[in-house]
């Protein structure tokens, strides 16, 4: 297929060189337009652009024709290779799991130790009454203590929580990068002046 492609490549300039020679040339024209005896000089021009685009038109289809050919070949090979392709990836994922296979189902020996688990607790200093020796009634605010109830411990995040008394929503969310100011991925409008 490809000699019959490279040959009739060869064939279109070929006829291209001829057909130009033949305009721009007009001593070649009515010289080869005088080969066929017995018309006129405007018939025999007539007759020769007649032959000249019928062979052009032919040599045209054959052209089109293979190179039409040739695509719907390379298209198939392509498609041929490509299940190769697929084929030898499958091939090649079968092997990665026979290999990963074995390693996960070798028994292993079953370990029957007990392992305790300890909780950890959380201390809170609060300020507690004390009371004075001296003095029967507790003053409030006095001292302070430590307490291990886990009811105790207020149940707030620490990095979204900015102090007691802040009332502001935005200091509780964390700031990403898609929404941070200050990166260049900003419309200019909302970035701070440097």
Sequence with gaps: MLALKRFVTVVVMVYLLLALLFFLVPSVRATVAGLSPGLSGLEQERQFFYWLAAIGAGILAL?????????????????QHEGKVNELKAKLYDQQQQVVRPASTIPRPVETTTTTVVQPVETVVRPVETVRPAEAAPTPGSGFTISANPDAIPRTNPYNNPGPGS??????????????????NTPPADRPAL
């Design 63 to 79: 052209h089109l024709l293979t190179e039409n050919a040739d695509s719907v070949m390379l298209r198939r090979q392509v498609a």
């Design 167 to 184: 009332t502001n929503p935005a200091a509780e969310r964390p700031v990403f990068p898609q929404s941070d100011p200050s990166l260049s």
